[in-house]
């Protein structure tokens, strides 16, 4: 292997015909079958890399061609563009886990509370508290949500520069600062409230304190020391991948302390007391909140599949620059870089061994692997696991660029890194709004929203009850219809509603429509049949029925702080106390037999996830919340559905008898139904399963 290394292969070296072979082969690679892939990859990509990369080439360019004034003005202003056009657009949409930080927003909004991190995934806070101030000065959902993504992200383009600058040429640093505000991994950050665009905030801010540490000299020193310690302590603000990076900067710290002894034990005392002071609050709310589990149940254990693990590694690099078709947050399509921006990385690798003499390219090269760690140590593929290695992939594509713009003339040297970064920009623009970022919302609540926005705009603002079905995870509809619903914002208080309006399954339109002839309702998208699974129904309001419908906006009140615990409860976090909390409040839900079907279906659906993911907790039976379920039950509509729910759970805890009557009940409404008839001949056999 030694001598493979040091002999010196007699390859081509202009970069043009590689740049171009890479960006073909990488925009060929989304189009391939796994057969395809792997020749492709093996013989197209790795063949003629490791060639290159084992022979001898020229030296590196030192630094890039000057970028003129007018076009550093001219990407400035289409970055800055990119990031803040359309953030108070409402047709903008964002669903799913997304929306979790800003519901986070208009919790704190309401009511500040110091938990560190909330939702299934544990994130910061700190995005959404930052968020929660906009909503004291603005009614804009969709201002307060996407400004301060973009207000980070357009930061760390300042901030990167800054850091690239102690590092780096101001040429390379300046270009590298268009990676940041153009490129289309950064850009999804912008368009993200999961505090990833903080994140790489400050990641950046660690680049730059770890330059400025590194080049103090004197009284300064220990001062950046501490500084440095900080930010790198302070991690936790933005997303769970940040110990890799902070790891990587302390050791290039230390290790430079330990060269530099003779300045004294300062900077050792400043770096240690920063860390402290960022790391504090870190402490406390792995105490206080029991942090950590989302990390524990992601993370690969003893019992680890090898060939499996070895496919997730697999895929991770391939999310970097040919894409992959399983996983969270991927690309809209291909991979996170454009097939040019790949094959830039490709020539940025090479550029990296040939320079491994000298600290920054060793740091770079052992940087990659390691910030990509998170990722290869997890289940599955969740990219932004591998946020981290973001800063250390855009600076090896400006150093590729370098050598591909090497081969040029050097009179056509700054016209064609004109030409390059236009093209690129456009290529990764092109994939932002062509496709888009937002994950596609479910069309219902779109649907819905619109709907409703413009009845508000004819008639004025109304309440919205969202999460009146069980199953509801999705609270895009409830954060974007802050605007106009009185039952979340509170500047609507002294204007009178002219609507009601609730998101409901399809099995309660005929007993509401009966008690309520003025209801109308509206369909999802396609929805067909007498039942669809959602429906919205939209009451006009006067004020005797206002007053009629009171409990409801009452038991709304009940139902949003329930709903706010159950979303920021932790990975693997016990429901019980949202449970327990449900149950006290039950004397208070009004005897309407639609909030009791209501209470019914959440609080059975809640319980029965208890039951099933940790049924060693012996409190969580029937003795405790039977009653109360029940009792709810018997003050609801009873339709053939909530009978059926009911009597699988009592088939499940054994209560066969009672089973047996919710059965019968469901088939006075569904006679001769298969399914109902084949569980009462099971429980007439004994047989405790639905």
């Known amino acids: 292997m030694k001598g493979i290394l ?31 892939t792997a020749l492709l990859v093996l013989l197209g990509i790795a063949l003629p890399w490791a060639g290159l990369l084992l022979s001898r080439g020229p030296s590196s360019p030192n630094d890039l061609p000057p970028l003129p004034a007018w076009a550093m003005a001219l990407f400035g202003g289409l970055a800055f563009c990119v990031l803040f056009g359309g953030v108070t657009s409402q047709d903008r949409w964002v669903a799913g886990d997304e929306i979790q930080g800003g519901m986070l927003a208009l919790e704190l909004s309401r009511g500040w509370h110091w938990d560190l991190f909330r939702t299934f995934g544990e994130i910061s806070t700190v995005q959404a508290r930052f968020a929660s101030l906009l909503f004291k000065v603005s009614d804009s959902a969709s201002f307060n949500f996407f400004f301060p993504s973009a207000l980070f992200a ?5 901030v990167g520069c800054a850091a690239a600058r102690c590092f780096l040429p101001r040429n390379t640093s300046l270009v590298l600062a268009v990676f940041l505000a153009l490129q289309y991994w950064p850009l999804t950050l912008a368009r993200l409230h999961y505090s990833v665009s903080l994140f790489l905030l400050w990641e950046c801010l660690c680049l730059l304190c770890l330059g400025r540490f590194l080049g103090a000299q004197g009284p300064s020193r220990p001062r950046w020391a501490m500084g440095l310690g900080l930010c790198a302590g302070s991690g936790w603000v933005g997303f769970t991948c940040w110990p890799v990076v902070s790891c990587l900067v302390l050791l290039i710290a230390l290790g430079d302390l330990w060269k530099k002894k003779a300045s004294g034990w300062g900077p050792f005392l400043g770096l240690g007391s920063g860390l402290g002071l960022g790391l504090f609050p870190l402490l406390v709310a792995i105490l206080r909140q029991d942090y950590g589990r989302h990390i524990l149940g992601t993370a690969i254990g003893p019992s680890i599949d090898l060939s499996q693990q070895a496919l997730v590694i697999f895929r991770y690099i391939g999310v970097l620059l040919g894409g992959t078709s399983e996983g ?14 790949g094959a830039l990385f490709l020539l940025g690798t090479v550029e990296l061994w040939r320079g491994r003499a000298n600290p920054l390219p060793r740091v770079l090269a052992l940087g990659l692997p390691w910030l990509m760690v998170p990722g290869f140590l997890t289940h599955g593929v969740e990219t932004m696991r591998v946020l981290g290695v973001l800063p250390f992939v855009l600076v090896t594509c400006a150093l590729g660029l370098g050598r591909l713009l090497s081969s040029f003339p050097r009179t056509r040297r700054e016209g064609g890194l004109l030409v390059l970064l236009a093209l690129l920009s456009l290529l990764d623009l092109q994939k932002i709004f062509a496709v888009g970022m937002e994950k596609a919302p479910l069309p219902e609540k779109r649907t819905y929203h619109r709907v ?20 509801e995870t999705d609270h895009s509809l409830t954060y974007f ?18 609507w009601l309006a609730f998101v409901t399954e399809g099995h309660y339109a005929a007993p509401l429509s009966a008690r309520f002839p003025s209801l109308r309702w509206v369909t999802p998208p396609g929805g067909t049949g007498a039942a669809p699974r959602r429906l919205l129904g939209i009451l006009p309001l006067d004020p005797s029925l206002e007053t009629h419908l009171k409990p409801w906006v009452d038991y709304y009140g009940f139902q949003q702080g ?14 019980k106390p949202v449970l327990e909390d449900m149950k006290a409040h039950y004397p208070k839900v009004p005897k309407d037999p639609f909030l009791q079907s209501c209470y019914f279906e959440k609080l059975l659906f809640n319980y029965s996830r208890e039951r099933t993911f940790y049924p060693e907790d012996r409190s969580m039976d029937r003795t405790n919340y039977g009653g109360v379920l029940k009792a709810a039950f018997e003050g609801s509509y009873r339709n053939e ?43 007439e056999k004994g047989v405790d399963r639905p």
């Open 562 to 575: 329930w709903d706010l615990k159950l979303m920021g409860l932790a990975d693997g976090a016990w429901f």
């Open 328 to 341: 969270l947050c991927l690309p809209a399509y291909g991979g996170f870089l454009s097939p040019p921006m």
């Open 154 to 158: 357009l930061a760390a383009v300042g």
């Open 452 to 471: 409703l926005r413009d009845l508000s705009e004819r008639t004025g603002p109304g309440y919205l009850l969202t999460g009146m079905d069980p199953h």
């Open 6 to 36: 040091q002999r010196d292969l007699k390859v081509p070296q202009d970069p043009l015909p590689y740049f171009l072979w890479f960006s073909l082969a990488l925009g060929l690679l989304p189009f391939l079958g796994l057969t395809g």
């Open 641 to 683: 559905f909530l009978c059926q729910k009911y009597g699988r759970l009592l088939a499940l805890e054994g209560d066969l008898e009672g089973a047996k009557r919710a059965f019968r009940e469901a088939l006075r409404s569904r006679p001769g139904d298969a399914w109902l008839l084949q569980q009462l001949r099971d429980l």
């Open 481 to 498: 219809s802050f605007p106009f619903n009185k039952a979340w914002n509170p500047g609507l208080k002294a204007r009178p509603a002219a």
